[in-house]
């Protein structure tokens, strides 16, 4: 029995110690002033020892705090609308990836919010193979993504497995993408592609879609579907958050 309360003692302690150190030592949570009709732009920083969010949603704050994607978060329309500016403190002695679990502490303290996760049969898409024809080169080994874009276009240097490349893609088309290739291993490639709202060049067309550019250069398509997806549901969240 002795044991037995020591350990949950020690667990007791050892959350308590973790969760001091999840906190921001100090944060502050204010409106963001207007900005000129038609522009609208946000920044979200993490700095040593400084975290600073400017004209960003409650959205954006959600998504970096429990690590969804945009489409997976439900709620109030103002989650969308409304946008503040967040400066906080970083204690010293907290690992960089505890920044999100000082954020969900900052969520439930300041704004109140409740939330539960559902799955629901939502848009996705399938990444397939044309023609059972990939244009890929099979790599050795795994050595991650990298990507650049300006305003007009992206550039894609890979070498990773179809698993990870789908999820690359959610974040770009701002839907799940489902990995139905049936392709094992990492497999290294480029791809380029035009922003949706990119200006023609001198030359024509910016480049083509990141549809189009899938098939041409890799030699994979996205095929539009539905499919059961995990999303992130706000009950409730204060609209004004509580004094810094």
């Known amino acids: 029995m002795l044991r037995v309360i020591l350990s949950a003692g020690f667990a007791l302690l050892t959350w308590s110690c973790l969760y001091g150190q999840a906190t921001f030592e100090v944060a502050s949570i204010k409106l963001s002033p207007p900005q000129a009709p038609g522009h609208t732009s946000s920044r979200m920083s993490v700095d040593t020892g400084r975290l600073n969010y400017t004209n960003v949603t409650l959205k954006d704050v959600v998504g970096q705090a429990y690590k969804v994607q945009a489409y997976q978060i439900a709620g109030p329309d103002w989650i969308e609308t409304e946008r503040f500016d967040i400066a906080a403190k970083i204690p010293a002695l907290a690992a960089r990836?505890?920044?999100?679990?000082?954020?969900?502490?900052?969520l439930a303290d300041r704004f109140n919010m409740v939330f539960h996760r559902e799955v629901k049969e939502l848009p996705v898409?399938?990444?397939?193979?044309?023609?059972?024809?990939?244009?890929?080169?099979?790599?050795?080994?795994?050595?991650?993504?990298?990507?650049?874009?300006?305003?007009?276009?992206?550039?894609v240097v890979a070498k990773i497995p179809m698993r990870r490349f789908a999820e690359f893609l959610s974040e770009r088309v701002n839907r799940p993408v489902l990995d139905q290739t049936g392709l094992n291993g990492s497999f290294e490639f480029t791809l380029d592609w035009a922003i949706d709202d990119a200006s023609a060049t001198n030359d024509g067309l910016a480049g083509p879609s990141i549809f189009t550019a899938l098939q041409e250069q890799l030699g994979l398509k996205l095929n539009s579907t539905k499919g059961p997806v995990e999303t992130f549901v706000i009950d409730h969240a204060d609209r004004a958050p509580s004094d810094n």
Do not use: C, F
């Open 97 to 106: 990836d505890q920044v999100p679990l000082m954020l969900q502490v900052l």
């Open 125 to 155: 898409y399938a990444l397939n193979v044309v023609k059972n024809v990939p244009k890929l080169k099979t790599a050795e080994s795994e050595s991650g993504i990298t990507s650049n874009s300006n305003r007009t276009s992206w550039h």
